[in-house]
């Protein structure tokens, strides 16, 4: 069918992997002589499960994971058109979090605003991350290198401290 408003049809199947033998060659078929207004985007995990003969009669783009510096660009844009006030430390510590997928960034900035908190601080992205500082596991791992057991208490009792404070909303 001609699509009704635009110039093409885009058709997206996504896990495409997950085709039968039969759907593939049906797939096949419209694959060789695609009509002209009709654009299909498969999308997969793992394209070494695809056909040689459909992989041969498509472009492929591999996508990755966005780098920290424009995740952070993306959160701070975001922040800007939403007036959402935030420590840029906090910021930092959803990118890095996130682990390159803005999908995750997005929707974790999104809990901490909808909080309807004046300014999200770092210490309340911990809290909802469940993080303690990363200075306290290092000194944590450091007490363990010497073997110092009263100082790995102590910390380890600073950490059960501040995940205490977070589960109680005192963070």
Do not use: W
Request: hydrophobic residues 45%; aromatic residues 6%; charged residues 25%.
């Amino acid at each position: 069918f001609a699509p009704s408003e635009c110039r093409y049809k885009v058709y997206v199947i996504d896990e495409v992997h997950m085709l039968t033998n039969e759907a593939f060659n049906a797939l096949l078929k419209t694959l060789e002589e695609p009509p002209a207004h009709v654009l299909f985007i498969l999308c997969t995990t793992e394209p070494h499960r695809l056909p040689d003969t459909v992989l041969s009669r498509c472009q492929r783009f591999d996508f990755r994971r966005g780098r920290l510096p424009v995740v952070l660009q993306k959160l701070r844009l975001i922040c800007e058109q939403e007036g959402i006030k935030i420590a840029p430390d906090a910021l930092e510590l959803i990118a890095r979090r996130a682990t390159g997928s803005f999908r995750d960034a997005e929707s974790l900035l999104d809990q901490l605003a909808a909080y309807g908190l004046e300014e999200i601080t770092l210490e309340q992205v911990r809290g909802i991350l469940g993080v303690v500082p990363a200075a306290l596991v290092g000194q944590l791992a450091r007490s363990l290198v010497t073997g110092d057991v009263s100082a790995g208490m102590r910390l380890i009792n600073q950490a059960v401290g501040i995940a205490r404070a977070v589960a109680d909303g005192d963070l």
